[in-house]
């Protein structure tokens, strides 16, 4: 019911670090004469070490995942979307570990602070090709790994007391903003950090 007016959609599978499946979407759009007005890059991968436990091949890794190939679609999106006079809205996946830093995320940390940096220089460079750019950043959110982090009490417990509406964001509070950034709703907001995290980042 949540889908009953979409009306057209194809899933494309592939990874994320092979630019290739960014080019194959683009030509099938242009083959069949759909427009791509914006892009979500939310593939990420969390890497839970120990600081002088991350060497640089693990580093590497981790950065091309989930900065290089964030960075590379949006620079084959923008170069389709100024191509086709295409005012075009991206919105990257980043955490609010990016900005407050945990322990034992150290290089998880670094590619979603970087994520921030190169949201905000796209929106300043691309604003004259009418291409803007946001960074939705979230806190603890109901995913994949929801359960299994509960049954981790302290833990659990603790993230919590941090947070001041005292439970875990749903995944669907993301995707509203997500949609609310790519459409027409928000052509003034470029360039700008968002965090979803029910008050962390204020407590």
């Not at 980043?94 to 940096?117: P, R």
Request: charged share 25%; proline share 1%.
């Amino acid at each position: 019911k949540k889908f009953k007016n979409i009306k057209y959609c194809k899933i494309f599978l592939g990874d994320v670090k092979n630019t290739n499946i960014f080019k194959k979407i683009i030509d099938h759009a242009d083959k069949h004469k759909k427009r791509i007005d914006g892009i979500v890059n939310n593939a990420g991968e969390r890497q839970r070490l120990k600081f002088e436990k991350i060497d640089q091949r693990k580093l590497k890794a981790l950065f091309d995942n989930n900065f290089f190939s964030v960075f590379k679609s949006m620079q084959i999106y923008s170069n389709y979307a100024k191509k086709n006079n295409i005012s075009g809205s991206v919105v990257n996946v980043g955490s609010i570990v990016g900005e407050h830093g945990f322990s034992e995320l150290a290089g998880y940390a670094s590619t979603k602070t970087a994520l921030i940096g190169l949201t905000k220089s796209f929106a300043v460079e691309m604003s004259k090709s009418n291409l803007r750019a946001n960074i939705v950043s979230p806190g603890f959110i109901k995913t994949s790994y929801f359960e299994k982090f509960k049954k981790k009490k302290a833990l659990y417990n603790w993230t919590l007391s941090r947070i001041p509406q005292k439970r875990w964001g749903n995944p669907n509070e993301v995707s509203n903003l997500i949609c609310f950034l790519l459409s027409d709703l928000s052509t003034y907001i470029n360039g700008t950090s968002i965090n979803i995290d029910g008050g962390w980042t204020g407590s």
